[in-house]
């Protein structure tokens, strides 16, 4: 099947875009790989130090400098149900990689925090950071150049993202993300989204919204919505960095232990030594990157992938933007409906068919790139396949060809929706995206006066103090990465959802974040520059009519141009949010942390370096 010509219509413009920025990627990841070992340049004093306290057999291995050295990164804490079963992965990835002739060193954690936990605490003004703290780690784990692979232990949030920026940065090692997979499925979604309603408009108390939660909530690993964190787990899928289907296979069976080996054993036979070296700069590249968006539209996954793959793609000195998303969601269809687009979980999408059903539909329709590198090394019709157990050890065969159910999974000739769900917005307010696949075609449109907050608090309490059973528009501001760290703004919905099922017309325009948990009210989100930044939200003004119109891609406040452009902007007192629960220490963060739209990164592209000639171009674009 050829690609379809949007897909490849795009896919030329990013490689065209980044071209100055991926050559001067590739060529300092070429000048990083070494013949032979990686810690070969190491001094005898740096090397001793290096395996001192390993296990005599392991250390011969080390001191012979000929196989390889594989790193582990992890973000196991036993706080956080996702992160909680990565506590005997190392142990498991050690003895596989010594079966395979090597030696696994843990080579160093990072942080991970659950924006579960932190929703609407001064905590969550860290969360986006942390990406980038997550990156500053791993490159510290990976520092010691004593490994020749490495494998990426993280599910959740800003983990992944972080974990392979930081890979990225060290692309001339090959990699191998591990996925912990979800919880057994707790309480449907559809009651818990319904106990939350109650619970804010005050019908039901705090005992009973905690015993519902406790019940959505109740075992380890990831939460069973879709969200950022299972996105998170399909966009490594679609970039061929897991071993296939992997994702969505629950902890403590012995198919995720099985998967878990076999990821190891595949970090030793993709090293150098191993002669069919698989660096991850080069499995990350524009395709993949494409491959990437498309799976995350066609599953309406996580609006913060307008963020994190931005960032992702320039670690890689790829350069992508919003246009990117909102001209192959016209053409990307809605193959899933998991909750919050749907009623199903995770684990009912996994039974339906999961990851490997997806890919292929997709790739059949001729809306992703097969020719890719990935893990395997074979293109990506290879992860097309499904983990079974035999005989203790993980085997793979064809995804199925029907869908287990067509409620939750189906093909791409009869999808849920034609196009992904993931709208462009823009006009005198700036730019931002909005997620549709959950809104009801009748809320996509929302003309109304604004109601202008500087802050969630200052919404939820003129929402129980009865002050906005009206039509509306809740312009939510100073929620930027540079105001305050772009918090997500979850308490939100619960609130705006009654009041649309009571019949009022409103919708949500913030700077802020609204995540995976993005549903059926319109919310245009990420608006794009921030206020701090110079952005036209700061000119809103309570009673100013503003249209949202999802379909047409407009968002515009309705005022005339010459008042408009008199207007000076607002101003905030946010010294609140700059000090306490450790926000003083990002200072440096907020102070320097580029736009939404460039992915809130606080770092930046490699500089840019134009081919000697178009020879060397292509040989770089193509050499493995």
């Known amino acids: 099947m050829p690609v379809h010509s949007t897909v490849a219509a795009v896919t030329e413009r990013i490689i065209s875009r980044s071209q100055p920025y991926r050559f001067a990627y590739l060529a300092r990841l070429d ?27 392991d250390k011969l291995i080390l001191r012979q400098q000929k196989q390889p050295s594989v790193a582990i990164v992890s973000s196991y804490n036993d706080m956080l149900s996702a992160h909680q079963p990565f506590e005997g992965f190392p142990k498991i990835i050690r003895e596989a990689v010594r079966e395979a002739g090597g030696v696994a060193q843990f080579a160093g954690g990072v942080p991970a925090m659950c924006d579960g936990v932190t929703q609407g605490q001064p905590g969550m003004e860290l969360s986006l950071f942390s990406r980038d703290a997550i990156a500053m780690a791993t490159a510290i784990a990976l520092s010691h150049n004593m490994f020749d692979s490495a494998v990426y232990l993280g599910v959740c949030d800003k983990i992944v993202p972080g974990l392979l920026i930081g890979a990225l940065h060290f692309g001339h090692l090959p990699a191998v993300f591990i996925p912990a997979g979800p919880m057994t ?33 109740h075992g380890a690993g990831t939460c069973t919505f879709y969200g950022t964190a299972n996105s998170n787990q399909m966009l490594m899928e679609a970039m061929g960095l897991h071993m296939p289907s992997s994702a969505f296979i629950t902890p403590n069976t012995p198919l995720r232990d099985a998967l878990t080996r ?27 990157i494409v491959n990437a968006l498309v799976v995350l539209l066609a599953t309406g996954g996580s609006t913060n992938h307008t963020l994190h793959l931005v960032a992702i793609a320039r670690a890689a000195g790829i ?51 097969d020719d890719v590198t990935t893990i395997l090394g074979h293109g990506l019709r290879a992860h097309c396949v499904e983990p079974f157990l035999e005989e203790g050890r993980a085997i793979w065969k064809p995804a199925t060809e029907i869908s287990g159910d067509d409620n939750v999974l189906r093909t791409a000739s009869a999808p849920f929706a034609a196009d992904g769900g993931l709208k462009l917005l823009s006009g005198n307010l700036g730019r931002a995206v909005i997620k549709i696949s959950a809104v009801k075609p009748q809320h996509r449109l929302v003309e109304a006066p604004a109601i202008v907050f500087d802050s969630q608090d200052a919404f939820m309490l003129a929402f129980k103090n009865g002050e906005l059973n009206r039509d509306f528009v809740a312009v939510v501001r100073f929620q930027g ?68 119109d999802a379909e047409a891609g407009v968002l515009q406040a309705l005022v005339p141009a010459a008042e408009w452009a008199q207007r000076q902007p607002a101003t905030a007192d946010l010294s609140g949010n700059h000090t306490g629960m ?34 060397q171009e292509r040989k770089e674009q193509v050499t493995v």
């Open 31 to 57: 000048a990083s790989r070494r013949q032979g070992v990686q810690r070969s340049v190491l001094s005898c004093t740096n090397l001793a130090h290096g395996f001192a306290a390993f296990p005599a057999n």
């Open 185 to 217: 499925s707790g309480m449907s979604n559809s009651e818990k989204s319904r106990i939350r309603q109650l619970y804010a408009q005050g019908k039901i108390g705090r005992e009973e919204l905690l015993e519902a939660e406790s019940q959505s909530y």
């Open 262 to 288: 076999a990821a190891a054993r595949r970090a030793v036979e993709i090293s150098a030594q191993a002669g069919n070296p698989i660096p991850v700069g080069r499995v990350v590249d524009e395709k993949a």
């Open 319 to 369: 350069v992508i933007d919003w246009d990117d998303f909102n001209q192959l969601s016209s053409v990307v269809p809605l193959l899933t409906r998991i909750y919050p687009n749907g009623e199903a979980d995770v684990n009912h999408f996994q039974a339906a068919g999961g990851p490997a059903f997806v890919l292929r539909e997709l790739l059949d329709a001729g809306l992703m790139h």
């Open 481 to 548: 990465p540079r105001a305050n760290g772009m918090p997500e703004l979850h308490s939100l919905t619960p609130a705006l959802g009654s009041l649309q099922d009571a019949g009022r017309h409103v919708a949500l325009v913030t700077d802020g974040r609204m995540s995976g948990a993005s549903g059926k009210v319109p919310a245009a989100i990420h608006v794009s520059p921030e206020v701090l930044a110079g952005g036209a939200l700061g000119l809103v003004r309570d009673g100013d009519m503003i249209r949202l």
């Open 582 to 615: 450790g926000r003083e220490l990002f200072g440096v963060f907020r102070a320097t942390i580029s736009t939404a739209e460039e992915g809130a990164a606080t770092f930046g592209l490699p500089p840019a370096m134009a081919p000697v000639n178009e020879n």
